[in-house]
């Protein structure tokens, strides 16, 4: 069994419903948990590894960072969609060889590079960052798709897998836009096969497990859990089956 899948696991679970993680499938191809978040969701208990994130700014001081420094774990996502936090490239960079990267070499982290968009902006944001920390680059290339059309998705990490062909690509946030669920589920299925099967794919996280849609952007078609913190049908399919089919 090829595991890469991570479980996008919202803080709302642990506060409202953490009950829902033992309905977790971990004998099937879910690899990792991430929350956006530094803490660790005490629901887990360590039946999976947790990827820390380090979302922005405010994860790097007081108990946040305490959090970072003390964690077990080995990977550690960097700053989430920094180009719509107003982060500069530069900014980042800085605080990346000045904060971050002591915790590869003293720490012995598996460092994410920060998670973009795959708009233009995104992809000029991470472009040059990856520019300007050329020296000390990411253990991973981390990276957000949201869409209609997989093959689109499939170009697209083909293309920044070209132009960085030494860091293998976490796929930290994607979904499916469509309103049409067989849509969605067509598409999902593309893309979970086919990155099973990719070995510069590391990982690769559906969006997400929550009771409610984020934004008016992502489909309440594509939601892995009903308000009532049960799983949907996409949610039992990502995480028991392998290959998925429709």
Sequence with gaps: MVKKRVLLWDYTNT?????????????GPIHSCSNWNTWYPNELKHRLPFRPMIHGKNNLTGKEWDNILKTNEEVIHFFNEPERAGISPEEAAKIWN???????TSH?????????????AGIAWIKKWM???????????GLHWYGTKGDEMIKYL???HKEHPHQPIIVSEWASTSR??????GLTVQLANWMDNTPWIAEYALFGCMRQTADTFVSPEAQLMNKDGSFTDLMWKYMSDQPMHT
């Design 180 to 185: 049409s669920y067989p849509d969605i589920l």
């Design 15 to 27: 506060r409202d419903v953490s009950w829902a993680m033992d309905k977790i499938n971990f004998k």
């Design 98 to 104: 000045d904060q971050v990267l002591p915790l590869r």
């Design 158 to 160: 083909e293309t920044m």
């Design 131 to 141: 520019n300007l920390v050329a020296k000390n680059p990411p253990d991973y290339l």
């Design 108 to 120: 012995h982290k598996r460092l994410v590079s920060p998670s973009c968009a795959s708009d233009p």
